[in-house]
Each structure stands twice: as structure tokens, then as C-alpha cells.
């Protein structure tokens, strides 16, 4: 049985780590007057290299979280999760789950013209070809071509985005897609909107990104609006953080995804 979800409750965002804050600034603006909770399973990232198993494991511990904190709704912000876990996740719990791959999938396929995709991500999330078959579950005339980029989630938590080795790496990562068509990349990672600018640098200046905290946020509107879900109390929502290890780190790295002090009450929870 479905039970009704509440409108004044919150909704849930997970990710492995801090990375996943890049999608919950969008959440928040798009949808000011919801509350989140945002969970950073921090005594396991990174996610982006591990299988496929052991990501489904985590995140079906965090998912029990919020079941028992009767969340209306949950994003998995993480792509990785979103890649390898979501399917099993939606078959096992009851409750409306958005994912970060489809809602960029569904985007990057309105507005290409040359009908070719790029997407970059982690390992998993490229080895598991989520985003290849995003597309042709909507049956898109687009091609893709993925590359895993895994050095940018470091460089980006050192803060060394914008510097000149990080430009170096991207235009080597990148390199590939240089000689092809694709006018729309997709940043299939949590990370990379932090690294925006150095990437876009490193693309032919017309191809344009697709951010998925931008995507999910207008899904996740949309479906609280259909279903008269959205929290209409007049009071602004607001955000609670939970972290599964060294809360100190994600303050201090946080406020800079985030753009602001993570002042707010963090309770550690450890998942097994
Ligand atoms: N959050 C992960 C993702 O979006 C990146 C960090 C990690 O590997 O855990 O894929």
C-alpha cells in the first residue's frame, strides 16, 4: 500500500560525499520553499570507483534512513548511484525517487542538433553505459561518446579547479572529442559543475553543458506539482545535513560547493 506523502515533509538527497551539494543548491533554488535533508555518506566515498554491488549496498542503507524519517521524496544526486543502483533501489522502496541520468538524458536530447552526446562521469557511471541507455529508452536519434574523468573529482576537492593542471588534464581528457560532432556534453558527475568553466574552456566554445542538479530540479517540481506534494505552509524550507564520517571535512569543503557556511545541525550516521 502507498501511504500519501506529506506535503510539509521533507525531501531527501543523497550522494556518496559533498559532491552531491552541487545538485542540492539547484534543488533549493528551484524550490525554495521545500526542506531538504542531504546525506554525504562520507565514511564510503568515493562511490565512482567501486561495483556496482557494493554502490547498491550503501545506498540502500541510506535509503532505510529516510524511509525512517518519512521523506516525501528522494533524489539521488550522486550520478554514480544514480548509474548502477537506482533500478534496484526503485523495485525495493516505496516512495517517488529521481535519479540525476534521466532528466540530463531527456535534455541533452532536446536541444542537441547535431544529434550528438557527450557525457563525462566517473568510472562506474561510464562503465555502466547509463546514460547511453537513458537515451534509448526515449528512443533518441543521438549518438553518445562517454569518458571517465576521474582525476577531476581530486583536483576539484584540492580547490584546484581553475588552475593551469587542471586545464591540462581537461584538455587531455577531452582531447577525444574534439575530432567529433557533439555540440551538448552532459556532466554526468556531482563534481563537475564546480569545474564548469575549465571544462567548457577545454570544449569547442558551441557545445553546451547539461547540469543535472538543473534537470532533476525541474523534474522534481514538476512531480511535486502534479501530485499537490508541494509544501505551501508560506514558511521557507529549510536544510538539515547528515554525514557518515568526519563531519569537520565536509564543512570546510562543503561551503565551498555550496556556496555559504554549513552552520546547520550535522548528526553523524553510521551505516554498515
Ligand atoms: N558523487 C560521485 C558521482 O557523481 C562522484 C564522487 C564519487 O566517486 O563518489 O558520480
Partial sequence: MT??????????????????????????????????????DTAHVPYGNK???????????IMNFFLRHNTKAVVIACNTASAVACKELRNSFDIPLFDVVAPSAVHANNISKTR?????????????KAYTRSLADIKSDCSTIEISCPLFVPLIEE?????PVAKEIACSYLKPFQKTEIDTLILGCTHYPIMGKTIQEAMKSHVQLVYSGETVGRKL???LKKNNCTNDSGILGETRFYVTDFPQKFDELGS???????KEKKIIYFSR
Avoid: M, Q
Avoid at 116 to 128: A, D
Avoid at 256 to 262: A, N, S
Fill in 3 to 40: 501511504t500519501k506523502p506529506i506535503p510539509e515533509s521533507h525531501i531527501g538527497v543523497f550522494d556518496s560525499g559533498l559532491g552531491g551539494l552541487t545538485v542540492l543548491t539547484s534543488l533549493e533554488k528551484i524550490l525554495p520553499n521545500e526542506s531538504f535533508i542531504y546525506f554525504g
Fill in 256 to 262: 565551498r560547493f555550496i556556496g555559504r557556511k554549513i
Fill in 159 to 163: 580547490g584546484w579547479s581553475d588552475t
Fill in 116 to 128: 550528438k552526446i557527450g557525457v563525462i562521469g566517473t568510472h562506474s557511471t561510464i562503465f555502466s
Fill in 221 to 223: 517540481a514538476a512531480h
Fill in 51 to 61: 561495483s556496482a554491488d557494493t554502490v547498491i549496498h550503501y545506498s540502500r542503507n
